[in-house]
């Protein structure tokens, strides 16, 4: 038992904030774990945390499977660039985030990170915000262009036309 109770009264909508709670890694797997099949939360604030590269599998499985979460924060933790990749690559299975915001780590990223950071971002068409402190100029405007183009998505979906 992850000693977290995925369905304690929440309600549809619900935003759930640990900012500025330092979580252990085992806290962070449970919370992640009852996050999983989750219907009812939509924003999950987790900055300055102290999380860090041990606990990123569980993001990356919640990623893959939640169809719920709107919002993803992690910002300001103890997490490497190649980390950072793989939360990003695990977009591709993911259509309803529409906001992840990374920036702030402890560690810096690496030119190789943000390339494949950029890359992966190519294969999601639902992320309309996404926050990154980048170094690679390339590497930045190949994000800006890709979450440029989900927001043109998206304003066609709310119009009606797509």
């Known amino acids: 038992s992850s000693g977290i109770n995925a369905e304690w009264p929440l309600r549809p909508g619900t935003h759930c904030i640990f900012n500025n709670v330092p979580l252990e890694g085992e806290m962070v797997d449970n919370i992640t774990a009852a996050m999983v099949d989750n219907k009812y939360v939509k924003k999950l604030e987790m900055c300055n945390c102290s999380i860090t590269d041990e606990s990123i599998e569980g993001f990356i499985t919640l990623l893959k499977t939640n169809t719920t979460l709107e919002s993803l924060s992690l910002e300001t933790n103890k997490i490497n660039g190649k980390q950072l990749k793989l939360i990003v690559q695990s977009m591709e299975y993911n259509d309803s985030l529409k906001e992840l915001r990374i920036a702030n780590q402890y560690f810096t990223t690496g030119v190789g990170d943000e390339m494949a950071i950029s890359k992966a971002l190519a294969n999601n068409t639902s992320l309309v915000k996404f926050s990154l402190n980048w170094k ?18 998206a304003r066609k979906k709310r119009q009606g036309l797509s």
């Open 136 to 153: 690679n100029g390339g590497a930045r405007n190949t994000a800006d262009r890709l979450i440029m183009r989900n927001n043109d998505v």
